[in-house]
């Protein structure tokens, strides 16, 4: 059993728990994630971490609420233990000295770009971050990540903060920025929404600059052994929870992984209306 040590709501659908695991927090890193199960019997669901603490021997989670998973682990609170946790799972991040290294993420990316940006620094690498959001309320986390970013930039899809439009608008302004200077991005990370990511991705491609993209299929045993997560890299079928969830992003089948993603919607709804209908309506 793990005990949730804290917890804190950072936007209606958005809250964050921090789980005492000191075995995981001794050896976590950016670009792993966990595996919790809530109770016995119910679903192994991949969740990225967002920081962790060795002294404290904690890790912390940002979690939307989105099915009936994410609402039922919204109604523990702190003191309360979650069943199994599972991790490090999945492969940590390359990080090396590369130089300038350009940070794209939107929505939930963000939290999940922390780390990233941590070990990227702690390397000697110049970060900037280009974050995104369809309102300011959804930028959760930008301030703890602006900690590791010597420069960060802001959009959102209705001008509440930032530039009004996309992290694709901000990548390009900062590509054409840093040419006029005679410098480059040496290396760009993304992670958040796939559209996005493709997008990116078709960005970097054509300015020749290697891409990190996080991917976040379907994952639900963490070991590749039901094959729910695979993806299409190279042409060739790899899945995202043992050999990820990082990859070159120009390699990535984009248009596969978005047609994959929505798979499931069907049966996540038939889910989440039974465990409502089941709870009366309340998250309990």
Same mark, same amino acid.
């Given at each position: 059993m793990?005990?949730i040590?804290?917890?804190?709501w950072l936007?209606?659908v958005i809250?964050?728990i ?11 890193? +950016? ?6 199960r809530?109770?016995? @019997?119910?679903?192994?669901?991949? &969740? ?6 060795r002294?404290?021997?904690?890790? %912390?989670?940002?979690? /939307?609420?989105? @099915? /009936? ?6 109604t ?5 233990h ?9 492969k940590?991040t390359?990080v090396e000295?590369?130089? =300038?290294?350009?940070?794209?993420s939107g929505?939930?990316?963000?939290p999940?770009?922390?780390?990233v ?5 702690e ?9 995104? +959001? ?12 602006s ?10 899809d209705?001008g ?5 439009g ?9 590509i +054409?920025?840093?040419a006029?200077?005679?410098?480059k ?8 929404? =796939?559209?996005?990511?493709?997008f990116v %991705?078709?960005? =970097?491609?054509?300015? @020749?600059?290697? %891409? &990190?993209?996080s ?7 963490g070991?590749?052994m ?8 190279d042409?060739k079928?790899?899945?995202?929870c043992?050999?990820g969830?990082?990859?070159? +992003?120009h390699?990535?089948d984009?248009?596969?992984l978005i %047609? ?6 069907n /049966? ?5 209306d039974?465990?409502?209908?089941e709870?009366g309506?309340?998250?309990?």
């Amino acid at each position: 059993m793990y005990e949730i040590v804290k917890k804190e709501w950072l936007h209606e659908v958005i809250f964050l728990i921090e789980i005492k695991a000191p075995a995981i927090a001794k050896k976590i890193r +950016a670009g792993n994630f966990l595996v919790l199960r809530m109770r016995e @019997g119910a679903e192994r669901i991949p &969740i990225t971490v967002a920081e962790y603490n060795r002294e404290k021997g904690t890790v %912390t989670c940002i979690i /939307q609420v989105i @099915g /009936q998973s994410t609402k039922l682990l919204a109604t523990l609170e702190e003191g309360d233990h979650i069943k199994d946790v599972v991790g490090p799972l999945g492969k940590a991040t390359e990080v090396e000295k590369y130089g =300038t290294v350009g940070i794209v993420s939107g929505g939930l990316g963000i939290p999940l770009a922390n780390l990233v940006a941590k070990e990227l620094k702690e390397a000697g690498n110049k970060v900037i971050g280009m974050v995104g +959001a369809r309102t300011e309320d959804l930028l959760v986390w930008e301030e703890e990540m602006s900690q590791y970013c010597e420069e960060m930039q802001y959009c959102t899809d209705d001008g509440s903060k930032g530039m009004k439009g996309f992290t694709t608008h901000l990548l390009e302004e900062k590509i +054409a920025e840093l040419a006029k200077e005679k410098k480059k991005l040496d290396m760009v990370f993304t992670v958040g929404p =796939t559209i996005m990511m493709k997008f990116v %991705t078709q960005i =970097t491609k054509k300015h @020749g600059i290697p %891409t &990190i993209a996080s991917l976040n299929p379907i994952m639900v045993d963490g070991t590749g052994m039901c094959g729910a997560c695979r993806v299409t890299i190279d042409g060739k079928i790899q899945f995202a929870c043992v050999d990820g969830p990082e990859f070159d +992003a120009h390699k990535v089948d984009f248009d596969e992984l978005i %047609t994959r993603l929505a798979q499931y919607k069907n /049966q996540e709804k038939v889910a989440l209306d039974k465990y409502e209908k089941e709870c009366g309506g309340k998250h309990k």
